[in-house]
C-alpha cells in the first residue's frame, strides 16, 4: 500500500472536503445572513479541526519511543481531543452571544432557497463522512467468546 491509505487516505479526503464545504457555507451564510448556516459553517470546521488532530494522532501513535519521550506519542491524541473541545466550547458561547442578539433585533433571512440549498449539501456531507468513517468507529458490539466445552459465553472487552 501507498504512503497514504486506508485511514490517513480517507482523513486527507475528507479534510478537503470539509474545507470547501466551509467556505461555501460560510460565504452562503454571509450573503443569506442565516446565523444557523453560520453555526454549521464553523461545525464543520471544528469537524475539520478534529479530523486533522486525528491525522495528527494516527502518524503520532505510530511513534514508539522518541529521544526527548521514552514513552512515545501514543497520547498525542488525546492532547488534541482536548483542544479541539476548547474549540467547541468557544464556538457554543459565540453562536450563544449571537442568537440572544438576534433574539432582542430579528432580522431576516435573505435568498433562502440558496441557504436551504447549502444545509443540504451540508447534510449529504454528513452522511458521506458517516459512510466513510463508518469501519473506523466502534459502532459494532462485540461479538461473544464462548467456552466450547460447557457451552459458556462470555464476553471480551
Known amino acids: 500500500m501507498g ?3 486506508g485511514r490517513s ?3 486527507i479526503l475528507m479534510c478537503a472536503v470539509s474545507i470547501l464545504l466551509f467556505v461555501m457555507e ?3 451564510a454571509h450573503v443569506g ?3 444557523s448556516l453560520a453555526s454549521d459553517a464553523f461545525a464543520v470546521l471544528s469537524h475539520f479541526l478534529s479530523m486533522i488532530i486525528g491525522l495528527f494522532g494516527v502518524r503520532a501513535s505510530s511513534i514508539k519511543q522518541h529521544r526527548k519521550s521514552t514513552y512515545g506519542f501514543l497520547r498525542a491524541d488525546v492532547v488534541g481531543a482536548f483542544g479541539n473541545s476548547i474549540f467547541a466550547v468557544a464556538l457554543m458561547f459565540s453562536i450563544l452571544v ?3 442578539k438576534r433574539y432582542i433585533t430579528p432580522q431576516k433571512t435573505e435568498q433562502a432557497l440558496l441557504v436551504l440549498s447549502a444545509g443540504i449539501i451540508g447534510l449529504f456531507f454528513n452522511i458521506l463522512n458517516y ?3 463508518l469501519d473506523c468507529c466502534y459502532c459494532t458490539a462485540p461479538k461473544p467468546q464462548g467456552d466450547t ?3 459458556k459465553k462470555f464476553f471480551r472487552w
Open 98 to 100: 449571537e442568537a440572544i
Open 3 to 5: 504512503r497514504y491509505s
Open 131 to 133: 459512510v466513510i468513517f
Open 33 to 35: 445572513n442565516s446565523l
Open 9 to 11: 487516505f480517507r482523513l
Open 26 to 28: 460560510l460565504v452562503i
Open 149 to 151: 466445552e460447557t457451552g
